[in-house]
């Protein structure tokens, strides 16, 4: 597999690092809000119905015999990091297909700035103008992302295999985090949504990388609420930098040197 995994999880971090830049910060603002809320949703329903989940979920796996009670013991941390991942990541899509529209007009606004192209403001009419197409690609995420989420939660039930269930869905969960995020500056520059995937898989691990600190970022409490616009930014430094490069439509000394008062990549 191809790419650097340090460089991928490196594009996050700069997409945080850059939120509160001047001209940025009030295009973050919404996606904030809704993942503020969609969050903490998330985490309320985690403390009032995790226990009854958990156990619903092992009492289907293991059948009610007394001397395969050791058994649950063994399989709760596992059980609980499968819940644990399945409603972040379920909460993260519905944030995502909410607030499509203004990750669009963010990724476009930081890519001006990265290409050193003065960042302008359309308003409402902008954001109203993207809503068709951004939730359109929404959906289509979703329709990648189900089945697979399907499969991996019947693994989970599977004797002996479902123990691995966790990491596969936890490694899957940073692939589909690089397509979510990834697919904001693709989606403004006009490229498919299965080339999308294409050129992701072109650089697996730098991808994975990227979706694994993003997938990080989700289950840490405070930190999460700046995940969202943090990786649509970083997501599209990850663009510029690495493909619009090598479609010929930057000029990589022009961004690696900007003028004073631009925006840096490194």
């Known amino acids: 597999m191809k790419g650097n995994p340090f460089r991928g999880a490196s594009f996050f971090l700069r997409g945080l690092a850059m939120l509160p830049e001047k001209g940025i910060r009030h ?12 969050f903490s949703g998330a985490i309320w329903l985690l403390f009032d119905q995790m226990g009854y989940w958990i156990d619903y979920l092992l009492g289907t796996i293991l059948p009610d015999w007394d001397w395969l009670a050791f058994l649950r013991y063994l399989l709760w941390p596992l059980v609980a990091v499968l819940v644990v991942v399945f409603v972040y990541y379920s ?3 519905v944030a995502n297909i909410i607030a499509a529209p203004f990750n669009g007009i963010l990724s476009e606004k930081v890519e001006q700035r990265l290409r ?27 329709l990648y ?42 989606d403004n520059n006009k490229v498919s949504f299965k080339d999308m995937k294409q050129s992701l898989k072109q650089r697996r691990l730098t991808s994975i990388g990227f979706g694994g600190l993003v997938s990080v970022g989700m289950m840490i409490p405070i930190v999460n609420l700046l995940i969202m616009p943090a990786a649509v930014v970083g997501a599209t430094i990850f663009w510029v ?4 490069n090598e479609r010929g439509e930057i000029d990589l000394d022009k961004l690696m040197n900007p003028p004073s008062g631009r925006l840096e990549s490194k």
């Open 116 to 142: 050193g192209v003065p960042v302008t403001d359309g308003g409402w009419q902008e954001i109203v103008a993207l809503i068709p197409r951004t939730v359109g690609r929404e959906i289509a995420k979703l």
């Open 27 to 38: 295009f973050v603002l919404i996606p904030l809000i809704v993942n503020v809320l969609l």
């Open 145 to 186: 992302y189900l089945p697979r989420l399907l499969f991996l939660m019947v693994l989970a039930f599977i004797p002996v295999l479902g123990m691995v269930a966790p990491i596969l869905l936890f490694l899957f969960g940073c692939w589909m985090m690089a397509i979510q995020y990834c697919d904001y500056p693709m």
């Open 241 to 244: 930098e690495e493909y619009a």
């Open 91 to 93: 909460f993260s899509l």
